[in-house]
């Protein structure tokens, strides 16, 4: 095997990269090989400017006033707005607001209040927990006047049928990073006569995403993964226009009021989407986001896909060139239509491997039981990268060096 | 009226202010009287620089590895360990998560599945307006099993009653700043076998509080108002140790699971109140929050409740000599025990005599439909504050200013 000119060829790869520019947009630490941006995205490195001007000049000198003249009061539009391009919606179809958790019960519950005669939200088990977790605590306060049911992700499109009220998917599976049809399981969706919402927690900023081209009708998604928000950043919620007369919101705060300034006893909601708003948003979390979102819309989307699938190839690669005697199984698609921007290994020594690699400057994580998560972020992950990567995953199989103790301690936070 | 005299007097207080050292402390723009803090606190001086340090270092190059080794996982529980202080609680009994709306929708549902065979939720009608539409969603959502009963104020004790399931109530009110007695109406609810929620958005940092002294169930509350924790902060919640165990938690998101690591396809709740966290916590807020909270720890709770009633006995005597034959009425009760830390005043113009004083630098706000909100942040609000902004208000009278039309415009935000 020849590699040397395997690390020739990334840097080919790198050198005629048409979205290469954007690397040196965010902050990534030196010698830091950093595959953990479906986690928690880079720093854009516009990002410390505004949060200081948000705090130091909007909040110290502006005060109060800036709800007005600093847009604050109409941040969660402005930046749905802009977010609503990366994931084919019309610009008065995305807020940004709350958790993804709180977006999923608000939109689960309006969901179920649409489909009054179902009584199933079907889901998959290998779904992202707090999806189904979510699903749960409704049901429940809801008087388990529904059922939430769970099948494998294969089996979904069959299991729709005339009792589903909502279909609740994730796009792109957390754990595998496994992607379904989207335009495919909508319209099955909808022959049966249900709801479909989608958890674009990683697949906003990823991958390829048309909600009206498909047809769906609700969706949630992340702010700090590949949108690069921030820790904690806000999260978005999605409705199509067709449905947003109908919302019910159930978390009615007054910031989702057809007139919020008049403190009136009686909650009406505003007229379109701004009623799925709860309370005051998070400010200084929404301009971080802003400066992520705004940098994401600077590449092109087609190119964006096109480098995400070409670093994924590159690892799969140089795994089986580098490290097939280890005892790695591909736990992501084979198929590359069929997967997000990552690619996970399953190891029975996964946990230990993956701090050993941490260890090395090679960031990316672990997920139970067993996997081994890379994800590729493409603005700012580089084909050299990913040679690095597998460079040093090697070398950490070879030594044995993953055995070691403190690898296996466990962290409180993996 | 020597208002000479009037001036040196409140200049003499400031002097021997125990707690005049933290003015210093906070960003108060050159020439601005801001008694708006009970909307937006202002900022202490050391935001900018721990705002920087997570997003530059923290975020930008310790990246995902920050959620161990700078304190992000734990930052709910410890900030709200910071904040029991203030209220009368213990360290495990308050979280900071979410907003003050969706924490409302959180207890106010695990309180009346506490109370399964009651049917009342009741309030005031004066109450801030969230308190009350939250309510009225999560009825809503949950079949109408439940009613919302409104009574005024001064009726709520004797509006208390076996069918009543939980007291809710804001401690301070928004518009008049009137304070509820909290240890006699907590006593009336629990008699009557009743549950009872606070929401403290006007008091926590700003009146003494006692939750546990009081033997208050839950309890809500504002981060961005008295605590000076920023813009949209995150907000925080209190349920007393009794009720931990039996917490239902219908935001039951991946961050209140007993393991949310483990990422189990079914939810289990955490072991304490750690349950009542739903999705990832906004980082970047809490951080602000946290500088805002330990600032307010370093002043003495007598003190700051001293000079909050000293600077509003200022205001309304100030108010007397100057203004009596303007129009304005006391809003707020004459008995300063029941107020809380800001004065109200009636006016039929309030709105544009509010705006003519904002362009004097005196920053207070208007709340339909006639109140003008003076509110007295007792860390840097001086008793000087309070003889310029109504030696301001009495000129803009006096000379008819308040009048001209660009006071008359509204703004988006009020």
């Known amino acids: 095997v020849d590699l040397t000119a395997a690390r020739e060829r ?46 130091a000049r909007q909040w110290g000198d502006d005060l109060i006033a800036s709800w007005n003249t600093n847009g604050w009061w109409s941040a969660p539009a402005r930046v749905g707005r802009a977010l609503a391009r990366l994931v084919g919606a019309a610009e008065d179809e995305v807020l940004v607001a709350d958790s993804t958790s709180v977006n999923l ?8 209040r649409l489909k009054p005669e179902r009584r199933v939200i079907l889901s998959e088990r290998s779904n992202f927990p707090t999806d189904l977790y979510i699903a749960e605590g409704l049901i429940e306060l809801t008087g388990s006047r529904h059922e939430l049911r769970l099948v494998d992700g294969a089996e979904i499109a069959d299991a729709i049928d005339g009792d589903t009220a909502l279909v609740s998917l994730t796009h792109v599976n957390y754990r595998t990073g496994a992607m379904h049809d989207m335009a495919d399981v909508t319209a099955r969706a909808h022959r049966a ?25 609700f969706a949630v998604g992340c702010g700090y993964k590949y949108l690069n928000g921030g820790p904690g950043a806000p999260a978005f919620l999605f409705a199509a226009h067709r449905h947003h007369a109908g919302l019910l919101p159930v978390l009615s705060g007054w910031m989702g009021h057809a007139a919020p300034f008049a403190f009136e006893p009686g909650y009406r909601p505003a007229d379109g989407l701004e009623r799925m708003l709860a309370g005051t948003p998070a400010v200084i979390g929404l301009t971080a986001l802003e400066a992520g979102v705004d940098l994401m819309l600077e590449g092109d989307g087609a190119a964006l896909r096109s480098k995400s699938l070409a ?92 055995d070691r103790p403190e690898f296996h301690a466990r962290a409180s936070v993996t």
């Open 311 to 402: 670093l994924g190839r590159l690892f799969v690669e140089l795994m089986e060139q580098k490290c097939s005697r280890h005892g790695f199984r591909l736990a992501s698609p084979t198929d590359e239509s069929s997967r997000g921007s990552q690619i996970c290994f399953a190891h029975e020594h996964g946990y230990p491997i993956m701090r050993a690699l941490i260890a090395r400057g090679v960031i990316g994580d672990f997920r139970a039981p067993d996997i081994l998560r890379f994800g590729f972020a493409p603005l700012y992950v580089r084909h050299a990268d990913i040679w690095h990567a597998v460079d040093h995953l090697s070398a950490v199989m070879d030594s044995g060096e993953w």
């Open 10 to 55: 990334a840097r080919a790869l790198d050198d005629a990269d048409p979205i290469g520019f954007a690397r040196d947009r965010f902050v990534v630490p030196d010698g830091l090989v950093y595959l953990d941006g479906n986690s928690l995205g880079a720093m854009p490195r516009a990002v410390p400017d505004v949060v200081q001007d948000v705090v």
């Open 105 to 112: 019960f608000k939109l689960m519950a309006a969901a179920l």
């Open 193 to 217: 006569g249900a709801l479909i919402l989608w958890d674009l927690a990683h697949s906003a900023g990823a991958v390829p995403v048309d909600l009206n081209g498909c047809g769906a009708d």
